[in-house]
């Protein structure tokens, strides 16, 4: 697995640079977000061992937003979610890169705020590209 990352992560440096997603780097990127999120396939397979500040990110792609059985959501992002916002890859993007202001255009609500503290501002198309793999 460690080869045949590295392999892959040393064809994309000499082969892809100009490729804007990768959901590799995405991957190897994950360290950022294990200290609040765990990635817990639907029959319990344990994908990322992480923290549980954050819900489980397994299976985003096509599930509304802030749905998560059993993780209690901050009440801007149920409401996105109620408001009938699926999780696609260009909202993924958006979110990752700034959970509040994403909120706050998504609610038109300028005080809302996100219960994720946290703000990944370099390679947040990778991450997206990797959690939408996770299905
Ligand atoms: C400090 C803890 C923390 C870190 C670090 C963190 N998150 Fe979160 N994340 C949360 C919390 C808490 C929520 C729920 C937000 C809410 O309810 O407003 C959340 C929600 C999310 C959601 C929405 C999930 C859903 O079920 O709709 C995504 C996607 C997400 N985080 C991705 C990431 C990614 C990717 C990273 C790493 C780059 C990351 N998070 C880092 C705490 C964190």
Same mark, same amino acid.
């Given at each position: 697995?460690?080869?045949?990352?590295?392999?892959?992560? /040393?064809?994309?440096?000499?082969?892809?640079? /100009?490729?804007?997603?990768?959901?590799? +780097?995405? $991957?190897?990127?994950?360290?950022?977000?294990? #200290?609040?999120?765990?990635?817990? #396939?639907?029959?319990?397979? +344990?994908? +990322?061992?992480?923290?549980?500040?954050?819900?489980?990110?397994?299976?985003?792609?096509?599930? /509304?937003?802030?749905?998560? $059985?059993?993780?209690?959501?901050?009440? #801007?992002?149920?409401?996105?979610?109620?408001?009938?916002?699926?999780?696609?890859? #260009? $909202?993924?993007?958006?979110?990752?890169?700034?959970?509040?202001?994403?909120?706050?255009?998504?609610?038109?609500?300028?005080?809302?705020?996100?219960?994720?503290?946290?703000?990944?501002? $370099?390679?947040?198309?990778?991450? /997206?590209?990797?959690?939408?793999?996770?299905?």
């Amino acid at each position: 697995m460690k080869t045949w990352f590295s392999a892959y992560a /040393a064809l994309c440096l000499t082969v892809l640079p /100009a490729l804007a997603q990768d959901a590799a +780097v995405g $991957e190897a990127a994950f360290t950022q977000c294990r #200290a609040c999120h765990a990635i817990v #396939a639907d029959d319990g397979t +344990v994908i +990322v061992e992480g923290g549980r500040t954050g819900p489980n990110l397994f299976g985003l792609l096509g599930r /509304a937003v802030g749905s998560r $059985e059993g993780f209690a959501y901050g009440d #801007a992002l149920r409401s996105v979610g109620e408001a009938g916002i699926v999780w696609d890859e #260009a $909202e993924l993007v958006a979110y990752i890169a700034n959970p509040g202001e994403w909120l706050r255009a998504k609610t038109g609500d300028a005080r809302a705020r996100s219960r994720m503290g946290y703000r990944m501002t $370099e390679g947040a198309a990778d991450m /997206a590209a990797y959690l939408a793999g996770l299905k």
